[in-house]
């Protein structure tokens, strides 16, 4: 009986596996049953529907709209005017700009670029339900392009956009746009942070070397407006092109959010930003470093002993001659142990400080190094001071 069963199972996996083997021997006239196309069709449309939402969309859509949807009513609309008058006619000349901002606060504090409301007699703000008010101009930072407006609006009307932190930001991270290019009110474009620590010149003798550069479309309108992560923080300000047309060419810059939130606290206090000084009104650009070229008489860097040039006198005949000998000038090569090899650099070092505190300058005197300590003066004048 044991063989006989034995016999039987031998028989029955035998048969299914010479089947299993013809089917999927190369070259085999075989053909396994073919499937339902109504059953293919339903499993690949379940198959697809697992990427979207109940109302169709995609995760990324979904961060889209949900971003849009939550900032977009703190970006508002800044409409300037301006006048001139023609020297020989004597006709008044109007034009008007446009250009964006971003509501930061209840009390209706407006952050826009400072190329945006520069030389305009008449500043207004349309929010976002189309309610338009005038705006004050309540601090500028030229050298950095920011400025703060500010308007008289229903606190239940504005709509702060949250500030982020520049400083996590990398390359390929994705980035939301919000403005109004072409007068088309809060639109919103997409991209990816393409590059940081880009260079941009704001003005003839500064540049900006913080620059977030983005691939996010950028048209002129855009200045000014928010740069969002997908979190909705703001993390830049829309600044600029690079394009020869004025078009958006793929290549757009922001100002940092954390440049911004270092200065606006002073343009909103005092109307503009006090900048850290240093007390040394010109350096000189050389190979082994910047050269003190001059001094401000009892500014910090005379306090701490730096030297400048040496004023040579010399008598030729009844004349006396008067030369600089900067072979004994103070030649500064670092700013707290980072190197400075241009004048930007060294400006940006002490930028970054603020007013009252301590920095460190590595020195060139001679034939030695040297470090040397010193307090920063600036700052607004202490109340009660009479200054």
């Known amino acids: 009986m044991r063989y006989f069963i034995g016999c039987v199972c031998s028989a029955v996996l035998g048969s299914f596996l010479t089947v299993w083997l013809v089917q999927h021997e190369p070259g085999s006239r075989v053909i396994a049953k073919e499937e339902d196309p109504a ?27 949900s971003v849009y949807e939550r900032i977009h009513k703190g970006v508002v ?6 006048s001139r008058t023609d020297a020989l006619f004597l006709i008044e000349h109007q034009s008007e ?33 189309g309610d338009v008010f005038e705006a004050k101009v309540i601090g500028i930072d030229p050298q950095n392009d920011i400025a703060i407006i500010k308007i008289e609006a229903p606190e239940a009307d504005l709509y702060p956009i949250p500030m982020g932190d520049s400083s996590k930001l990398k390359v390929g991270m994705r980035v939301l746009a919000i403005g109004n290019p072409f007068e088309l009110e809060r639109t919103l474009t997409t991209g990816i942070v393409s590059s940081l620590n880009r260079s941009l010149q704001v003005q003839d003798d500064w540049t900006i070397k913080s620059i977030i550069q983005i691939d996010a479309a950028i048209n002129p309108g855009n200045s000014g407006g928010p740069l969002l992560d997908l979190h909705g923080q703001l993390i830049g300000m829309n600044t600029a092109i690079a394009s020869v047309s004025g078009q958006s060419s793929g290549v757009g810059f922001a100002i940092p959010v954390n ?15 006090y900048r850290p000084e240093v007390g040394i009104q010109r350096v000189f650009e050389t190979e082994d470093g910047l050269v003190v070229e001059r001094l401000t008489p009892g500014g910090p860097a005379e306090q701490a002993g730096i030297r400048g040039p040496t004023l040579v006198k010399k008598r ?34 002490i930028e970054s400080k603020k007013p009252g505190e301590i920095c460190t300058l590595s020195l060139k005197r001679g034939d030695r190094k040297m470090e040397v300590r010193m307090r920063l003066g600036g700052g607004p004048p202490e109340q009660g001071s009479g200054k």
């Open 39 to 65: 059953a293919v069709a339903r499993r690949s449309a379940t198959a697809v529907e697992r990427f979207f939402n109940q109302d169709g969309l995609t995760a990324e859509e979904l961060i889209n709209v």
């Open 316 to 349: 030729r005949g009844p004349f006396t001659v008067e030369r600089m000998d900067r072979s004994t000038a103070d030649i500064i090569i670092a700013v707290d142990s980072k190197d400075v090899k241009t004048v930007a650099d060294f400006r940006e070092a």
């Open 97 to 129: 700009g446009m250009g964006s901002g971003s509501v930061i606060d209840k009390t209706g504090h407006i952050l826009t670029n400072y190329h945006v409301i520069a030389k305009s007699q008449n500043v207004s703000v349309t929010l976002f339900n």
């Open 259 to 273: 440049l911004v939130s270092r200065v606006v606290p002073d343009l909103i206090a005092h109307g503009k930003v």
């Open 77 to 82: 609309n800044i409409t300037t005017k301006s």
